[in-house]
């Protein structure tokens, strides 16, 4: 079927005389600011979904329980991202990249900004809590659809020995997004009294998410959509291919691709969205100290996916993510008891788990596309990141606070030493995987 790309006028894109071959930093950067611009939107609904959902929308129930239900709606995304994968990719095929990204990323902006006008159990009853999880499937659903395919050509266009280096550009955003949304919690949460937050404060974040989403659109269309770059996806075979072909031809590397990074994906919400919700609910700490820890731990772990990159480079992909994965099962059988360690304890547990989450997670997007043919890495790459994150993340934050409530803080050690089991037996299993340079 042919591919209908949007008239570049209409979308007020420059129109180019001539060819030229896109570089990897102008791939690099659209990576960039579509990764942070996904990741804000993540971290806010986290972030949200301890400090202020349990109250507004489950009061009937103790703050603990509140949160879990919380952390029950915000699993629901990741559920749905693999379905709007699906849905998205026949969106490409019959109407091109560009027009995907648009629908797509307007979805994610429209679901997130209508969670801020969403009124109070008070106010609404049950109907709320209904919204904010139709509204969260839909904010999964659209994330289906932001798989722009850039990941994917960065790695193809790398050098041959840096391909490590440029396998890390696309984590930069998770770092990014939550430095950005953790300090623009802060900054609410100690410029308004605390019933004006819980009242119309909070819901700031979600309008700037939308903000930045509309940004990130255009960002990305000025780039993905240019005749360069549809000439080097054509090239480099980056086309979505029908779903049930490209699982019948690479099913088993998507399922030892989304297994392989299980590891660092566990680790990812173990020191962002769960370690919030236990000191807000377990300790005397103030939620604004936690969150500017969390915005400098984020600091050490931009360093450490920049880190990971040279490191793969010199030692393989495959060595450094064992090693990281051993370092996580070792992490996770003393590390959470730190969070009962005062701020000294947190700082302690966020910079070193940070440390190890950027060194880990720095390579996992190597890892998801690195091993496809090149005419089934696009949808196979996408696919394999959609279940990375439901298997390993989409779950944690939910599983560690029970673990953690009912049997202890070691307990939640638990899940996460099961994803570093799951990367070494992924890796076993396939000797090659990532192991190019």
């Known amino acids: 079927m042919s591919t209908i790309v949007p008239n570049r006028e209409a979308l007020g894109l420059p129109i180019f005389k001539g060819h030229h071959e896109p570089s990897p930093g102008e791939i690099a950067i659209g990576v960039i600011i579509g990764r942070t611009s996904e990741f804000f939107d993540f971290f806010v609904y986290g972030i949200a979904s301890v400090l202020v959902f349990p109250a507004l929308f489950f009061p009937f129930v103790d703050a603990l329980t509140g949160t879990i239900y919380s952390f029950a709606i915000f699993a629901l995304a990741f559920v749905a991202r693999p379905v709007g994968s699906l849905f998205f990719m026949a969106i490409d095929r019959a109407y091109g990249r560009g027009t995907k990204l648009t629908i797509a990323l307007f979805l994610l902006g429209g679901s997130t900004a209508a969670i801020a006008f969403l009124p109070s159990y008070e106010d609404a009853g ?14 999964g659903f659209a994330l289906g659809g932001t798989w722009d395919g850039l990941a994917s050509l960065l790695m193809l266009n790398a050098p041959e020995n840096k391909r490590g280096f440029y396998a890390m550009i696309p984590q930069l955003g998770a770092p990014f997004g939550l430095m950005v949304a953790s300090l623009l919690f802060a900054y609410m949460v100690t410029s308004l009294p605390a019933a004006d937050f819980l009242s119309f404060g909070w819901r700031f974040p979600f309008f700037v998410a939308f903000a930045i989403n509309v940004v990130a659109l255009f960002a990305r269309l000025r780039i993905v959509v240019t005749t360069e770059f549809e000439h080097l996806f054509d090239s480099r075979d980056l086309q979505p291919t029908p779903i049930g072909e490209t699982l019948g031809t690479v099913g088993k590397t998507i399922l030892l691709g989304a297994l392989a990074p299980l590891a660092s994906f566990a680790l990812f919400h173990m020191v962002t969205v769960f370690p919030l919700s236990w000191v807000f609910l377990f300790t005397n700490d103030t939620p604004v100290s936690f969150l500017l820890i969390e915005a400098m731990a984020a600091a050490f772990g931009v360093v450490a996916v920049l880190a990971s990159g040279y490191l793969a480079d010199k030692l393989g992909r495959r060595t450094l993510l064992g090693s990281c994965a051993a370092a996580i099962a070792i992490f996770s059988g003393f590390a959470p008891l730190l969070l009962d360690g005062g701020p000294i304890g947190e700082i302690v547990f966020m910079v070193v788990g940070f440390i190890i989450l950027g060194l880990a997670f720095g390579q996992s997007s190597g890892v998801v596309s690195s091993e496809f043919p090149t005419e089934y890495r696009y949808t196979g790459s996408a696919l394999t990141s959609d279940l990375a994150w439901l298997f390993g993340a989409g779950f944690a934050p939910l599983v560690a606070l029970l673990l953690s409530a009912n049997f202890g803080l070691m307990a939640s050690g638990a899940y996460l030493f099961s994803g570093a089991v799951a990367t070494l037996l992924a ?7 990532a192991a190019r340079k």
């Open 126 to 139: 049950s109907a709320t809590i209904w919204a904010l999880a139709l509204l969260r499937l839909g904010q």
């Open 427 to 433: 890796l076993w299993f396939n000797r090659n995987l």
